[in-house]
């Protein structure tokens, strides 16, 4: 595969469940992002990391737990979640940290939390 | 901070027609300036950026955008849309310091009708 991938695209839990979702990137990047999109909002960058050391929390609950074993995955472990906490979640790889690094996303994951 | 407004949430045109999608922003310092797009279950893709020199920009599609910092505005404009052209126009920003951070729009759904 090609590009950055996300499994699983769609993922329905109850608020007591734990899960994880996964991204992988193909491209080579050392920067990864992991971004929520809400309806009718704009994107909010949740967590950075760059050469597998997160270099950005942006004030997320602790409920998100990110996890970069590489700079080719990452992944986002989800525990005792809230309705509000439905949204697609959004990857994105670039080849370091820095505003000219293009980002590249993947495809997100729809989470939907009963 | 830098923030960006998006006033249109949903712009509908007819196909060949031409077409303009607004964006303003406002930080204290100099940004660079980005378009995405993000076709239906897909991520975002870039459409093209200001970085520095000229103020038109063209990027992939069909698809130009004037920077005009007296009136900060970065607006997206095509002459001739297709029906493929049916998506969710985001506009962001990012610092010209070292930050990596995007900071997006809400977005601009345009809907081309035949």
């Known amino acids: 595969e090609t590009g950055v991938t996300q499994t699983p695209r769609h993922l329905v839990m109850g608020m007591t469940n734990k899960k994880s979702l996964k991204c992988e990137q193909h491209?080579?990047?050392?920067?990864m992002y992991w971004y929520k999109q809400s309806a009718k909002k704009p994107l909010e960058l949740m967590f950075v990391y760059n050469f597998k050391e997160q270099t950005e929390n942006n004030s997320v609950p602790s409920r998100f737990s990110p996890e970069c074993p590489n700079s080719s995955h990452l992944f986002l472990h989800l525990h005792t979640l809230q309705p509000e906490d439905s949204a697609l979640y959004l990857c994105a790889s670039s080849p370091r940290e820095g505003a000219l690094n293009e980002q590249f996303f993947g495809p997100g994951t729809r989470l939907t939390v009963l | 901070a830098q923030s960006v407004t998006q006033l249109d949430s949903q712009v509908p045109v007819f196909e060949e027609a031409p077409v303009e999608l607004r964006c303003n922003y406002s930080s204290s310092v100099s940004v660079y300036l980005f378009w995405y797009v993000q076709y239906p279950n897909q991520g975002l893709q870039l459409l093209l950026k200001?970085?520095?020199?000229?103020?038109l920009v063209k990027g992939i599609n069909g698809f130009e955008a004037e920077f005009n910092k007296s009136q900060t505005s970065f607006h997206l404009r095509k002459p001739s849309v297709h029906i493929s052209d049916t998506a969710e126009y985001f506009c962001?920003?990012?610092?010209?310091?070292?930050?990596?951070?995007?900071?997006f729009g809400s977005g601009t759904r345009l809907l081309v009708r035949p």
């Open positions: 491209l080579g990047h050392n920067a």
């Open positions: 200001y970085l520095s020199g000229s103020t």
């Open positions: 962001a920003v990012s610092r010209m310091d070292s930050s990596y951070k995007l900071i």
